[in-house]
Structure formats: C-alpha cells, structure tokens
C-alpha cells in the first residue's frame, strides 16, 4: 500500500487517489473511498434496473387497440381518461370498477 498518490487497499479492492496529490491526510482517502463506493452503487442500481426492464418491459406504446393487442400489451379503456396501451402487468393492476383491459379478465360477480 503506497501514499495518497499511489491508491491503498480496502476490503482487498485497490482504491486509486488520483487527485490528491500529497495530501495524506484521512480527508483524502475517505473522499476516495465514497467514490470507490458509489461507482459500486451506481453499478448495482443499473443491474437492478436492467433487472427490472426485463422482467417488466414497458415496450407498450402502441397507439392504437389493434397494435396493441396484436403484441404481449392489453388496451385498456376508461371514462376517465384516454384509452391507452399498457403492459399486461400494469393492466391487471388497474381498477376493473374504472378500467376496461383486453387480454385481463374480469373478476366474477
């Protein structure tokens, strides 16, 4: 494990301390090691979002019913609001009292 200038050593991965010059004081190394640990954050937040856009792409944005429904998305309409293509997972989410979905049955009376 070298100076500041040279990087030291946690948890056996090398933190380098470019920037530091000659600063060895504790100031310097502990700016690097938020560094170290938030590019390691960084990393596992875009992991976990790719995670997520696989298991639930929202690739639906068709904008008709009959583009919609001719991919894996559930046209879903509404008095309230404009009709719109939705993954099927948001589509089972949305009120049935309120919502209207192609492909989501309904729940039986």
């Given at each position: 494990?070298?100076g ?21 004081s ?6 690097k ?13 875009n ?20 583009s ?5 998305c559930s ?31 309904s729940?039986?009376?």
């Amino acid at each position: 494990m070298g100076g500041c200038g040279n990087g030291f050593s946690v948890g056996g991965q090398v933190i380098k301390t470019e920037g530091c010059g000659n600063n060895l004081s504790n100031n310097c190394s502990n700016q690097k090691i938020i560094s170290n640990n938030q590019l390691v954050l960084n990393k596992q937040l875009n992991d976990l979002s790719n995670k997520i856009d696989k298991e639930t792409p929202d690739q639906c944005l068709y904008k008709d019913e009959e583009s919609c429904n001719n991919h894996d998305c559930s046209w879903c309409i509404s008095g309230a609001v404009e009709p719109a293509c939705n993954t099927l997972i948001s589509a089972v989410k949305l009120p049935s009292a309120v919502f209207t979905c192609s492909k989501v049955s309904s729940p039986s009376n």
